[in-house]
């Protein structure tokens, strides 16, 4: 029976991530879950989710594992043309980028740990070591970087591993996409119901200068906009 209690305890933390996400739970929540997941269930010591900002640089808002990591990393930001660059430098399978340390020699950045006792020998994890798992929506669009490091065994990951961990990667692409298809839903609701009130509330009223001055109040705020200029064409 062991092996079928082993496989519960696999797939009990995918099961929970699945139900929050639709359930519509906080995106935040999800990416915790997911993390924590890689954590526990994949094997690594620090797992950590970025998703791609409307200013294309990748933001880490989720951090699973040791504390130390999780200071340095969390809300740090890296331009989508950094990682572009380093996933170049990568050697790809799937949707997995390994990047062995070195490779990019004293370019290299981000959270290090201290792996000195480890000797360097084939199949071993070294301490610059790399491996990210790209998060795409069902369209295929890219939306973050699943990131981890420092493998229980201290061995580079086998495929079984790498497998495991592109499911947890497809499953944080789909709470990401989840998460962004809900903020659009909700933007569109709110401009719709602001232009809305904006609308009736100038309907009534006939003069020129007071209808421009109540529109331009009513749709800066629906813009979230500090300045708004409205041209009058006679």
Known sequence: MAPVRHEVDLFRPMYQIIRRINLGVDVHTVLSVLTQGVVDVVGFQVAAISWLTDALDFEIVSVAGRDDAREQLMGTRVSLAEMEAELRASDQSGCLFFLPAGRLGE?????????????????????????????RSPEGELLGVLSVDLPDDGLRPTAARRELLEMYADLAGLALNQARRATALEERVRLSGAVQAALLSTDADHDPARLVATSASAFSSVLRASTLWVRVID
């Open 107 to 135: 370019d290299a950045g981000g959270w290090i740990p201290d792996v000195s006792d480890v000797a360097p020998q084939p199949g071993k994890w070294l301490g610059e070591d790399t491996l990210r798992c790209l998060l």
